[in-house]
T-cell receptor
Framework: ETGVTQSPTHLIKTRGQQVTLRCSSQ?????VSWYQQALGQGPQFIFQ???????GRGNFPPRFSGLQFPNYSSELNVNALELDDSALYLC??????????FGAGTRLSVL | GIQVEQSPPDLILQEGANSTLRCNFS?????LQWFHQNPWGQLINLFY?????KQNGRLSATTVATERYSLLYISSSQTTDSGVYFC???????????WGAGTKLIIKP
């Protein structure tokens, strides 16, 4: 186990809805990165948070947003869900830009 | 941007066999990791290895940064080694991990 927990494990939403995914980082880790992984592909970087500030962002639209809290846990919010948002969403925690440790992921299905 | 290539894309082996997975990259890196993703989607951090050699049980990894490649060795394969192995790295001018396409490993009993 990595010590990184994600909730919920599975989620079903309909197109146009909004979703919030949660991640608790490993103890002592101050950086959280979020990834989207479509079936059969490698993870795609969404964004990273360091000490409650967005530290970098991949090629995702603004309807993907996030937060990091003082205890370094994090949320990923997706508005106006589209069918293509169906994927495994992975959270990874690290100490700065060091090795990343992943949670088990949230599998999102958009119908 | 930095390019990452993994080979082979697929590998099928009998239990007990040894294997070598390769990751080539196009620029200097300050962070390179090997991950194993099991059939349930969990990504396990195997090695943090921007340079040098590390070993952990039946697994070992070597990164030759000057020649821009990394190798993951799996010895005496077990069926639980099945899954997808990813190489992910960060270049000197990047803040995000760049991922290879992965090597899908199937170990048959």
């Amino acid at each position: 186990e990595t010590g990184v927990t994600q909730s919920p494990t599975h989620l079903i939403k309909t197109r146009g809805q909004q979703v919030t995914l949660r991640c608790s980082s490993q103890s002592g880790h101050n950086t959280v990165s979020w990834y989207q992984q479509a079936l059969g592909q490698g993870p795609q970087f969404i964004f990273q948070y360091y000490r409650e500030e967005e530290n970098g962002r991949g090629n995702f639209p603004p309807r993907f947003s996030g937060l990091q809290f003082p205890n370094y846990s994090s949320e990923l919010n997706v508005n106006a869900l589209e069918l293509d948002d169906s994927a495994l969403y992975l959270c990874a925690s690290s100490i700065g830009q060091g090795g990343q440790y992943f949670g088990a992921g949230t599998r999102l299905s958009v119908l | 941007g930095i390019q990452v290539e993994q080979s082979p894309p697929d590998l099928i082996l009998q239990e007990g066999a040894n294997s070598t997975l390769r990751c080539n990259f196009s620029d200097s890196v300050n962070n390179l990791q090997w991950f194993h993703q099991n059939p349930w989607g969990q990504l396990i951090n195997l090695f943090y290895i921007p340079s040098g050699t590390k070993q952990n049980g039946r697994l070992s990894a070597t990164t030759v940064a000057t020649e821009r490649y990394s190798l993951l060795y799996i010895s005496s394969s077990q069926t639980t080694d099945s899954g997808v192995y990813f190489c992910a790295l960060r270049g000197d001018s990047n803040y995000q991990l760049i991922w290879g396409a992965g090597t899908k490993l199937i170990i048959k009993p």
